[in-house]
Nanobody, 124 residues
């Protein structure tokens, strides 16, 4: 079993930056892949980025590629999402998730555990 806790969300102006963190506990952090998803009001949860257990492979949604960077520090049991050049359309609740099977997946149903989410609001 894994417990995930996100932090780092907040209110930022368009063009600004935020760094989200996801702290994990339970099963050995370096043994599974991780991902970030987001959900805006009235919309479905969508994939943002994913990273393999080693950090050697990363995957991004087209809408965030070049602006967001996913990373992980296995010794600290923490994953990050650096978000730059933020846009109002990035406003959503951001969730981190753990994937025990794949090396990084675009699909929410591949993930086994989820955090509670952190709100990111980008003002125009």
């Amino acid at each position: 079993q894994v417990q995930l806790v996100e932090s780092g969300g907040g209110l930022v102006q368009a063009g600004g930056s935020l760094r989200l963190s996801c702290a994990a506990s339970g099963r050995a952090f370096s043994s599974y892949a991780m991902g970030w998803f987001r959900q805006a009001p009235g919309k479905e949860r969508e994939f943002v980025a994913a990273i393999s257990w080693s950090g050697g492979s990363t995957y991004y949604a087209h809408s965030v590629k070049g602006r967001f960077t996913i990373s992980r520090h296995n010794a600290k049991n923490t994953m990050y999402l650096q978000m730059n050049s933020l846009k109002p359309e990035d406003t959503a609740v951001y969730y981190c998730a753990a994937d025990f099977v794949n090396s990084g997946s675009y699909y929410h149903y591949d993930y086994d555990y989820w955090g509670q989410g952190t709100q990111v609001t980008v003002s125009s």
